[in-house]
Protein backbone atom coordinates (compact mmCIF):
# COMPACT_ATOMS: atom_id res chain seq x y z
CA UNK A 1 0.00 0.00 0.00
CA UNK A 2 1.34 3.60 -1.17
CA UNK A 3 2.10 5.53 2.08
CA UNK A 4 -0.49 8.78 2.41
CA UNK A 5 1.28 12.14 1.36
CA UNK A 6 0.39 14.55 4.03
CA UNK A 7 2.57 17.31 2.89
CA UNK A 8 2.85 18.43 -0.67
CA UNK A 9 5.42 20.86 -1.62
CA UNK A 10 3.81 24.41 -2.59
CA UNK A 11 5.80 24.71 -5.35
CA UNK A 12 9.17 23.56 -7.14
CA UNK A 13 12.04 25.85 -6.84
CA UNK A 14 15.09 26.62 -8.41
CA UNK A 15 18.40 25.98 -6.20
CA UNK A 16 19.06 29.63 -8.14
CA UNK A 17 16.01 30.75 -6.74
CA UNK A 18 16.97 28.64 -3.39
CA UNK A 19 20.55 30.94 -3.38
CA UNK A 20 18.31 34.09 -3.53
CA UNK A 21 16.12 33.76 -1.41
CA UNK A 22 18.59 32.50 1.60
CA UNK A 23 21.23 34.52 0.78
CA UNK A 24 23.66 31.50 -0.44
CA UNK A 25 26.37 31.13 -3.14
CA UNK A 26 25.33 28.94 -5.54
CA UNK A 27 29.20 27.55 -6.51
CA UNK A 28 28.27 26.53 -9.86
CA UNK A 29 25.83 28.68 -11.97
CA UNK A 30 25.30 26.10 -14.31
CA UNK A 31 22.92 24.10 -11.76
CA UNK A 32 20.91 26.96 -11.47
CA UNK A 33 17.91 25.69 -12.84
CA UNK A 34 18.24 22.45 -11.05
CA UNK A 35 14.63 21.68 -9.85
CA UNK A 36 13.43 21.76 -6.28
CA UNK A 37 10.53 20.22 -4.42
CA UNK A 38 11.70 17.79 -1.62
CA UNK A 39 13.48 17.91 1.30
CA UNK A 40 15.61 14.78 2.96
CA UNK A 41 18.12 13.86 5.07
CA UNK A 42 21.65 14.21 3.75
CA UNK A 43 22.06 10.26 4.39
CA UNK A 44 18.82 9.47 2.60
CA UNK A 45 18.62 12.23 -0.10
CA UNK A 46 16.54 11.81 -3.55
CA UNK A 47 16.02 13.11 -7.24
CA UNK A 48 14.82 16.31 -6.72
CA UNK A 49 15.96 16.73 -2.93
CA UNK A 50 17.43 19.51 -1.02
CA UNK A 51 19.61 18.15 1.93
CA UNK A 52 21.77 20.27 4.39
CA UNK A 53 25.28 18.85 5.66
CA UNK A 54 27.11 21.24 8.40
CA UNK A 55 29.56 20.61 11.07
CA UNK A 56 32.53 18.33 11.24
CA UNK A 57 31.47 15.03 12.24
CA UNK A 58 29.21 15.18 8.69
CA UNK A 59 31.80 16.62 6.33
CA UNK A 60 32.36 12.88 5.92
CA UNK A 61 28.61 12.02 3.73
CA UNK A 62 29.43 15.09 1.09
CA UNK A 63 31.56 12.59 -1.33
CA UNK A 64 28.43 10.64 -1.04
CA UNK A 65 25.09 12.77 -1.69
CA UNK A 66 22.23 11.71 -3.96
CA UNK A 67 20.37 14.41 -4.18
CA UNK A 68 19.58 17.61 -6.37
CA UNK A 69 21.20 20.16 -4.31
CA UNK A 70 22.88 20.81 -0.77
CA UNK A 71 23.27 23.47 1.44
CA UNK A 72 26.72 23.22 3.20
CA UNK A 73 29.61 25.58 4.94
CA UNK A 74 32.18 26.89 1.89
CA UNK A 75 34.81 25.20 2.42
CA UNK A 76 32.51 21.45 2.53
CA UNK A 77 32.00 22.77 -1.54
CA UNK A 78 34.69 21.18 -3.44
CA UNK A 79 33.71 17.38 -1.91
CA UNK A 80 29.84 17.20 -3.51
CA UNK A 81 29.70 14.86 -6.31
CA UNK A 82 29.63 16.39 -9.72
CA UNK A 83 25.91 16.93 -11.02
CA UNK A 84 24.98 18.51 -7.47
CA UNK A 85 23.96 21.92 -7.01
CA UNK A 86 26.09 23.05 -4.51
CA UNK A 87 24.77 26.21 -2.23
CA UNK A 88 27.02 27.33 0.42
CA UNK A 89 25.55 29.31 3.37
CA UNK A 90 27.24 30.46 6.78
CA UNK A 91 24.39 28.70 8.69
CA UNK A 92 23.12 25.90 5.93
CA UNK A 93 20.89 24.48 8.54
CA UNK A 94 18.81 27.47 9.26
CA UNK A 95 19.08 27.98 5.30
CA UNK A 96 17.56 24.57 4.77
CA UNK A 97 14.58 25.79 7.79
CA UNK A 98 13.82 28.62 5.75
CA UNK A 99 13.18 27.13 2.39
CA UNK A 100 11.11 24.16 4.29
CA UNK A 101 9.12 26.85 5.76
CA UNK A 102 8.52 28.12 1.57
CA UNK A 103 8.16 24.76 0.60
CA UNK A 104 5.60 22.97 3.01
CA UNK A 105 3.97 25.76 4.45
CA UNK A 106 1.37 23.60 6.44
CA UNK A 107 3.99 21.68 7.86
CA UNK A 108 5.45 25.17 9.56
CA UNK A 109 1.96 26.03 10.94
CA UNK A 110 -0.93 24.12 11.67
CA UNK A 111 -4.04 24.19 10.01
CA UNK A 112 -7.72 23.25 10.31
CA UNK A 113 -8.51 19.73 11.01
CA UNK A 114 -11.68 19.95 8.76
CA UNK A 115 -12.65 21.45 5.64
CA UNK A 116 -14.73 24.13 7.53
CA UNK A 117 -14.39 27.98 7.78
CA UNK A 118 -15.50 30.12 10.00
CA UNK A 119 -17.69 28.89 12.75
CA UNK A 120 -19.00 25.86 12.39
CA UNK A 121 -22.24 24.74 13.19
CA UNK A 122 -21.42 22.05 15.49
CA UNK A 123 -19.37 24.35 17.48
CA UNK A 124 -20.50 26.71 21.22
CA UNK A 125 -19.79 30.20 21.29
CA UNK A 126 -21.72 31.93 24.15
CA UNK A 127 -23.95 34.78 23.01
CA UNK A 128 -21.71 37.56 24.67
CA UNK A 129 -18.11 36.15 23.01
CA UNK A 130 -16.29 37.90 20.17
CA UNK A 131 -15.00 35.94 17.11
CA UNK A 132 -13.46 38.17 14.61
CA UNK A 133 -14.11 37.27 10.96
CA UNK A 134 -11.42 35.19 9.48
CA UNK A 135 -11.38 33.06 12.51
CA UNK A 136 -12.00 29.63 12.47
CA UNK A 137 -13.96 27.62 14.98
CA UNK A 138 -14.24 24.24 14.22
CA UNK A 139 -16.93 21.59 15.24
CA UNK A 140 -17.07 20.55 19.02
CA UNK A 141 -15.36 23.92 20.57
CA UNK A 142 -16.43 25.88 23.30
CA UNK A 143 -16.00 29.60 23.34
CA UNK A 144 -16.64 30.55 26.69
CA UNK A 145 -18.57 34.38 27.69
CA UNK A 146 -16.63 37.12 26.83
CA UNK A 147 -13.81 35.54 25.17
CA UNK A 148 -12.65 36.86 22.42
CA UNK A 149 -10.55 35.40 19.08
CA UNK A 150 -8.66 36.83 16.53
CA UNK A 151 -8.67 36.92 12.76
CA UNK A 152 -7.00 34.17 11.64
CA UNK A 153 -6.76 31.87 14.33
CA UNK A 154 -7.78 28.31 14.55
CA UNK A 155 -9.88 26.88 17.34
CA UNK A 156 -9.72 23.01 16.49
CA UNK A 157 -11.93 20.79 17.28
CA UNK A 158 -13.07 19.78 21.03
CA UNK A 159 -10.91 23.25 22.53
CA UNK A 160 -12.44 24.96 25.16
CA UNK A 161 -12.09 28.38 25.41
CA UNK A 162 -12.99 29.57 29.38
CA UNK A 163 -14.69 32.55 29.77
CA UNK A 164 -13.13 36.11 29.30
CA UNK A 165 -10.13 34.73 27.68
CA UNK A 166 -8.42 36.68 24.80
CA UNK A 167 -6.82 35.07 22.24
CA UNK A 168 -4.98 37.22 19.23
CA UNK A 169 -4.95 37.11 15.53
CA UNK A 170 -2.90 34.07 13.21
CA UNK A 171 -2.93 31.24 16.21
CA UNK A 172 -3.57 28.00 16.33
CA UNK A 173 -5.65 26.47 19.15
CA UNK A 174 -5.14 22.11 18.66
CA UNK A 175 -7.53 19.82 19.34
CA UNK A 176 -8.55 18.88 22.69
CA UNK A 177 -6.92 22.05 24.52
CA UNK A 178 -8.24 24.07 27.08
CA UNK A 179 -7.57 27.81 28.22
CA UNK A 180 -9.08 29.72 30.93
CA UNK A 181 -7.90 32.49 32.90
CA UNK A 182 -5.70 33.77 30.28
CA UNK A 183 -4.37 36.37 27.57
CA UNK A 184 -2.72 35.14 24.45
CA UNK A 185 -0.82 37.39 21.92
CA UNK A 186 -0.85 37.20 18.44
CA UNK A 187 0.78 34.07 16.24
CA UNK A 188 0.85 31.78 18.95
CA UNK A 189 0.65 27.86 18.64
CA UNK A 190 -1.12 25.79 20.90
CA UNK A 191 -0.54 22.02 20.50
CA UNK A 192 -2.94 19.14 21.38
CA UNK A 193 -3.87 18.63 24.70
CA UNK A 194 -1.81 21.36 26.35
CA UNK A 195 -3.28 22.99 29.18
CA UNK A 196 -3.27 26.49 30.00
CA UNK A 197 -4.48 28.50 33.16
CA UNK A 198 -6.00 25.70 35.54
CA UNK A 199 -5.12 25.93 39.08
CA UNK A 200 -1.26 26.69 40.73
CA UNK A 201 -0.04 23.75 43.14
CA UNK A 202 -0.69 25.97 45.86
CA UNK A 203 -1.52 24.45 49.38
CA UNK A 204 -0.81 25.08 52.84
CA UNK A 205 -0.68 23.26 55.95
CA UNK A 206 -3.79 22.89 58.01
CA UNK A 207 -5.17 20.84 60.66
CA UNK A 208 -7.22 18.54 59.35
CA UNK A 209 -4.23 18.29 56.22
CA UNK A 210 -3.25 20.08 52.91
CA UNK A 211 -6.07 23.44 52.61
CA UNK A 212 -6.01 24.67 49.34
CA UNK A 213 -4.61 28.80 48.58
CA UNK A 214 -7.20 30.26 45.53
CA UNK A 215 -5.45 31.08 42.76
CA UNK A 216 -6.52 34.46 41.49
CA UNK A 217 -3.51 35.25 38.99
CA UNK A 218 -3.78 34.95 35.57
CA UNK A 219 -1.81 33.43 31.92
CA UNK A 220 -0.25 35.85 29.94
CA UNK A 221 0.99 34.54 26.78
CA UNK A 222 3.02 37.07 24.38
CA UNK A 223 3.40 36.94 20.69
CA UNK A 224 4.88 34.18 18.67
CA UNK A 225 4.62 31.77 21.79
CA UNK A 226 4.76 27.96 20.71
CA UNK A 227 3.63 25.60 23.12
CA UNK A 228 4.07 21.36 23.00
CA UNK A 229 1.18 19.02 23.21
CA UNK A 230 0.27 17.79 26.75
CA UNK A 231 2.07 20.59 28.31
CA UNK A 232 0.44 22.90 31.20
CA UNK A 233 0.83 26.52 32.13
CA UNK A 234 -0.61 27.13 35.87
CA UNK A 235 -1.91 30.18 36.03
CA UNK A 236 -0.16 32.35 39.00
CA UNK A 237 -1.59 32.27 42.53
CA UNK A 238 -1.91 36.10 42.69
CA UNK A 239 0.67 37.43 40.73
CA UNK A 240 0.94 36.02 36.80
CA UNK A 241 2.86 33.17 35.26
CA UNK A 242 4.11 34.88 31.82
CA UNK A 243 5.48 33.62 29.11
CA UNK A 244 7.94 36.12 27.12
CA UNK A 245 7.55 36.43 23.13
CA UNK A 246 9.29 34.12 20.87
CA UNK A 247 9.50 31.35 23.49
CA UNK A 248 9.30 27.78 22.04
CA UNK A 249 8.36 24.96 25.02
CA UNK A 250 8.19 21.32 23.85
CA UNK A 251 5.54 18.43 24.75
CA UNK A 252 5.10 17.41 28.29
CA UNK A 253 6.34 20.21 29.95
CA UNK A 254 5.11 21.64 33.50
CA UNK A 255 5.62 25.20 34.39
CA UNK A 256 3.87 26.25 37.55
CA UNK A 257 2.37 29.32 38.95
CA UNK A 258 3.86 32.64 39.09
CA UNK A 259 6.84 31.49 36.65
CA UNK A 260 7.77 34.38 34.27
CA UNK A 261 9.92 33.06 31.34
CA UNK A 262 11.83 36.19 28.86
CA UNK A 263 11.89 36.23 25.53
CA UNK A 264 13.11 33.51 23.01
CA UNK A 265 14.25 31.05 25.09
CA UNK A 266 13.88 27.15 24.40
CA UNK A 267 12.61 24.73 27.08
CA UNK A 268 12.76 20.94 25.63
CA UNK A 269 10.30 17.85 26.58
CA UNK A 270 9.76 16.70 30.04
CA UNK A 271 11.01 19.75 31.66
CA UNK A 272 9.77 20.68 35.09
CA UNK A 273 9.93 24.92 36.24
CA UNK A 274 8.48 25.06 39.82
CA UNK A 275 6.73 28.10 41.21
CA UNK A 276 8.04 31.53 41.23
CA UNK A 277 10.71 31.17 38.70
CA UNK A 278 12.19 33.63 36.56
CA UNK A 279 14.25 32.67 33.40
CA UNK A 280 15.94 35.63 31.58
CA UNK A 281 15.57 35.84 27.77
CA UNK A 282 17.46 33.55 25.74
CA UNK A 283 17.86 30.84 27.83
CA UNK A 284 18.04 26.93 26.20
CA UNK A 285 16.95 24.42 28.86
CA UNK A 286 17.61 20.81 27.92
CA UNK A 287 14.85 17.65 28.02
CA UNK A 288 14.46 16.92 31.52
CA UNK A 289 15.05 19.29 33.05
CA UNK A 290 13.82 20.79 37.07
CA UNK A 291 14.09 23.80 38.47
CA UNK A 292 13.10 24.20 42.16
CA UNK A 293 10.92 26.80 42.77
CA UNK A 294 11.96 30.85 43.37
CA UNK A 295 15.10 30.13 41.64
CA UNK A 296 16.51 32.93 39.08
CA UNK A 297 18.23 31.87 35.67
CA UNK A 298 19.96 34.75 34.24
CA UNK A 299 19.92 35.47 30.63
CA UNK A 300 21.48 33.60 28.12
CA UNK A 301 22.41 30.40 30.28
CA UNK A 302 22.35 26.70 29.15
CA UNK A 303 20.96 23.84 31.24
CA UNK A 304 22.08 20.71 30.26
CA UNK A 305 19.57 17.85 29.72
CA UNK A 306 18.51 15.96 32.89
CA UNK A 307 20.08 18.30 35.27
CA UNK A 308 18.58 19.18 38.71
CA UNK A 309 18.73 22.85 39.59
CA UNK A 310 18.92 23.85 43.00
CA UNK A 311 20.63 27.49 42.99
CA UNK A 312 20.30 30.39 40.80
CA UNK A 313 22.29 30.38 37.56
CA UNK A 314 24.27 33.67 36.44
CA UNK A 315 23.70 34.80 32.99
CA UNK A 316 25.04 32.98 30.26
CA UNK A 317 26.73 30.38 31.89
CA UNK A 318 26.35 26.49 30.95
CA UNK A 319 25.59 24.39 34.04
CA UNK A 320 24.93 20.86 34.39
CA UNK A 321 24.41 17.60 36.72
CA UNK A 322 22.55 16.85 39.62
CA UNK A 323 22.73 19.04 41.59
CA UNK A 324 23.51 21.05 38.57
CA UNK A 325 26.50 23.38 38.79
CA UNK A 326 28.56 24.90 36.16
CA UNK A 327 29.33 22.30 33.50
CA UNK A 328 33.54 22.87 33.79
CA UNK A 329 33.08 21.58 37.69
CA UNK A 330 30.46 19.19 37.02
CA UNK A 331 32.72 17.36 34.45
CA UNK A 332 35.53 17.78 36.75
CA UNK A 333 33.81 15.54 39.32
CA UNK A 334 32.30 13.06 36.78
CA UNK A 335 36.54 12.44 35.97
CA UNK A 336 37.86 12.16 39.80
CA UNK A 337 34.76 9.52 39.78
CA UNK A 338 35.71 7.64 36.80
CA UNK A 339 39.63 7.63 37.75
CA UNK A 340 38.79 6.57 41.86
CA UNK A 341 36.26 3.65 39.73
CA UNK A 342 38.99 2.58 38.00
CA UNK A 343 41.75 2.43 40.44
CA UNK A 344 39.16 0.59 43.05
CA UNK A 345 38.64 -1.87 40.29
CA UNK A 346 42.40 -2.18 39.62
CA UNK A 347 42.48 -2.70 43.42
CA UNK A 348 40.12 -5.13 43.72
CA UNK A 349 41.80 -7.10 41.00
CA UNK A 350 45.60 -7.16 42.44
CA UNK A 351 43.77 -8.69 45.80
Excluded at 74 to 98: E, M, N, S, W
Excluded at 178 to 187: K, V
Excluded at 198 to 207: R, S
Excluded at 314 to 332: F, L, N, S, T
Aim: glycine share 14%; aromatic share 4%.
Amino acid sequence: MTDPVFFAPSRRYTAGEVANLTGSTLVDSAHSDVLIDALAPASEGGERALVFVDGSRNVALMPSLRAAAVLCPADFAAKAPAGIAVLTHPRPQQAFAYVGRLLFPTAAMPGPMTSETGVSARAYVDPSAHVEEGAIIEAGAVIGPRASIGRGTVVAPNAVIGQSCQIGRDGYIGPGTSIQYALIGNRVIIHGGARIGQDGFGFVAGAKGPERVPQIGRVIIQDDVEIGSNSTVDRGAMSDTIIGQGTKIDNLVQIAHNVRIGRNCIVAGLSGISGSVIVGDNVTMGGGVGLADHLTIGTGAKLAARSGFMSNVPAGEIWGGYPAQPMAEAMREIAALRRLARTRKQGDGNG
